[in-house]
């Protein structure tokens, strides 16, 4: 499977809590996206690399959310302290920079439930 | 203001009709604009590019309107297999260039 690979697919966490996700992106992409996704609402940017560099934070981020992509290869994205707010579906998605021609290839996700 | 506004669904139409959706951006620097397809509890998935011109892809045709920062989708002959969420997306190079999302317009064919 040569696609973007999320992992775990499912977390259960308690509040307060830390937890980490992994993302594993087609090979020869060199921008890696995190998106957040709750029930009805389109994907909302939290983060991007191009290649180990982090172009941008959402703003809507707070400190409690940190990512990296150490090698330019995988990325991980670290919540601490979960709160029940941020239960959602956490994507990833990779992609060539070609400019105007850029496009978005996903991973399934991980779906965090905070309870 | 959102930076990508879509129709508010969900559309619900029979096998066959034309079905049309719109987006608006707020950027007037948008350089690139797509549209996605996102079936139930499934990955967000590339339709279309949407190119100055139009672009058409079997019943999908796709416009842009630089004038009004609007970008519609029509969909012809409405199949079952169409019902899924569609996200509209702008990518605005002097924001770096990331990808920004609308808040999706559902659309549900019934036979």
């Known amino acids: 499977d040569t696609g973007v690979s999320q992992d775990p697919r499912h977390k259960i966490t308690k509040r307060g809590q830390n937890v980490t996700f992994r993302c594993d992106p087609i090979s020869e992409h060199n921008r890696l996206y995190w998106y957040r996704q709750t029930l009805g609402q389109g994907p909302e940017f939290l983060t991007y690399f191009q290649n180990e560099a982090q172009l941008e934070k959402s703003r809507l981020l707070s400190d409690r959310f940190s990512a990296e992509r150490p090698k330019g290869s995988f990325s991980t994205l670290e919540i601490q302290r979960t709160e029940q707010g941020d239960s959602a579906m956490y994507l990833c998605a990779s992609s060539i920079d070609r400019g105007r021609d850029e496009k978005l290839f996903f991973g399934s996700g991980t779906q965090l439930s905070v309870l | 203001r959102k930076e990508v506004e879509q129709d508010p669904g969900p559309f619900n139409v029979p096998e066959g009709a034309t079905v049309a959706f719109n987006c608006t951006y707020s950027?007037?620097?948008?350089?690139?604009f797509f549209w996605y397809r996102q079936d139930c509890r499934k990955e967000p998935k590339l339709l279309m590019s949407v190119y100055s011109s139009g672009n058409e892809d079997g019943r999908f045709t796709a416009q842009l309107n630089r004038a009004s920062q609007y970008i519609s989708l029509l969909i012809r002959d409405s199949k079952l297999s169409d019902s899924a969420t569609y996200l509209c997306?702008?990518?605005?190079?002097?924001?770096?260039?990331?990808?920004?999302f609308g808040q999706g317009t559902e659309l549900s064919v019934k036979p």
């Open positions: 950027n007037s620097a948008s350089q690139s």
């Open positions: 997306v702008v990518n605005s190079y002097n924001q770096g260039g990331k990808l920004i």
